[in-house]
């Protein structure tokens, strides 16, 4: 039953209030059962005296009726005007003329203390009201005869036994709001380290959350960086793929070589390839672009000779970010430069090289330019070897056509030859024949010779 009391109106009560409702309470029963008593007390001794205590008691019961039904602010606010409106009356009533009785400070103290078990520090505008009328009753005190507020004149407050009652009650009263107001401190202390505990904890594990969203947005990023590089390798071969299959290469070179240095936003690029001359391989320069134009320059390497000889006879790729003094210049119309990388990349099937591209541009190519530009030789050597394929194929097509011509011509003459002889043959026949009946008509006519 005594649990049930003290734990008026806490089931629908909100958490963060609980605690302050658990002390209203214990205060509440306790003003309850004081103001009842000291009513008695007062109304049998000191006549008037008893409406304070009787209107401390009403309100200490409202209070408790409003909690229960889930009024906590304003039961907070009647409970502590219970104890604080009564008090201030009775200091002014007790008064002497040096001020307010000694043994009334306890009351006062506990009423004012009680302000801060009855409000949270959220609630800070009702306590610093509190206070105020505290401090402002306090310094009023000495002048109630100016508003008409007579003091009692009684024999019993100056009772041994009735001051040592009121004392020991008072510092009752004292105590308990002292005590619970430690234990609020002490219950807000541990909630607030609780609650920093919590944080402490949600912050890492928001901190935990925001690193994970970093990384996954930075993974996001070179996801889609890495998938514009793929999307751009692939559009890149199909556009040169296209172009390889739109005509021959010889037709196509210069337009393959001006589309490949716009692609690759680079400065400069030469192409040469592998022939025989003399019955010895040389490099020749097949087509240049730099600058948005076709340069029409005439230029033979050895292999061996110099960085693309080099790369010709190593049938590997040349990558270079300090370009050799005096190696090459990049020419304008503003004027010539040293270009800051230089790719150098064989054009091979197989373990054959058929030749060698030679880019120079004024800035780094990314690790995706690369592997483009070497796969893109890959398939210019494979046009090129088909190309050179072709161009063997048509050749031998040509010498087996007038192979053939040749031998249709020798067929014919053989056959002409043949007509010609057999012609003659049966001619040669025909004279053996008439020369055989010749000589039998001879060697008819002979006996007849021999008669005469």
């Not at 610093?128 to 003091?151: E, H, M, N, V």
């Not at 373990?351 to 893109?376: I, P, Y």
Request: glycine share 4%; with cysteine.
């Amino acid at each position: 039953m005594f649990k049930s009391i003290f734990e008026n109106g806490l089931k629908a009560c909100p958490e963060h209030l609980q605690d302050y409702i658990k002390s209203q309470n214990i205060i509440v029963i306790i003003g309850i059962f004081t103001s009842i008593g000291f009513t008695i007390f007062n109304y049998i001794e000191m006549g008037d005296a008893y409406f304070p205590t009787l209107f401390a008691c009403i309100c200490f019961c409202s209070a408790f009726v409003l909690t229960k039904n889930q009024q906590y602010l304003i039961s907070r606010i009647i409970a502590f005007s219970g104890l604080f409106i009564p008090t201030f009356i009775l200091a002014i009533y007790f008064r002497t003329d040096m001020g307010i009785r000694s043994w009334m400070m306890g009351y006062i103290l506990a009423a004012a203390i009680s302000s801060s078990i009855y409000f949270s520090f959220k609630e800070k505008s009702i306590t610093a009201t509190l206070w105020i009328l505290t401090l402002i009753g306090l310094l009023a005190s000495p002048y109630s005869d100016a508003f008409g507020i007579k003091k009692l004149e009684l024999d019993i407050l100056n009772n041994t036994s009735f001051i040592q009652l009121n004392i020991a009650t008072s510092l009752g009263f004292l105590l308990v709001a002292i005590r619970l107001s430690e234990g609020m401190k002490n219950k807000t202390h541990l909630k607030n380290l609780e609650l920093f505990s919590s944080m402490e904890s949600k912050t890492e594990e928001l901190e935990k959350q925001r690193l994970h969203l970093e990384n996954q947005q930075k993974e996001n990023e070179l996801y889609r960086l890495e998938e514009q590089k793929r999307q751009w390798q692939t559009e890149g071969i199909n556009i040169f793929s296209s172009l390889l299959r739109e005509g021959n290469l010889e037709d196509i070179k210069d337009q393959f070589m001006k589309q490949m240095v716009e692609y690759l936003k680079l400065n400069q690029a030469a192409i040469f390839i592998a022939q025989t001359q003399d019955d010895k391989t040389i490099l020749n320069m097949e087509a240049c672009y730099a600058y948005g134009r076709n340069k029409n320059i005439t230029a033979v390497v050895a292999p061996g000779e110099g960085l693309l000889g080099q790369c010709f006879l190593e049938k590997d790729e040349i990558y270079l970010l300090e370009i050799p003094e005096g190696y090459t210049k990049i020419t304008s119309g503003l004027g010539e430069a040293t270009p800051k990388c230089l790719c150098l990349a064989p054009l091979k099937v197989g373990d054959k090289v058929l030749g060698v591209v030679e880019t120079a541009s004024f800035k780094a190519l990314e690790d995706h330019q690369r592997a483009f530009f070497l796969n893109l030789c890959e398939i210019l050597a494979s046009a090129i070897e088909q190309s050179k394929s072709t161009a063997e194929t048509k050749k031998l097509l040509q010498a087996s056509q007038k192979q053939a011509q040749k031998l249709s011509a020798q067929e014919e003459e053989m056959r002409q030859n043949i007509e010609e002889l057999s012609s003659t043959q049966e001619q040669f026949e025909r004279e053996r024949k008439m020369l055989l009946e010749k000589i039998e008509e001879l060697q008819k006519q002979k006996p007849l010779v021999e008669s005469h």
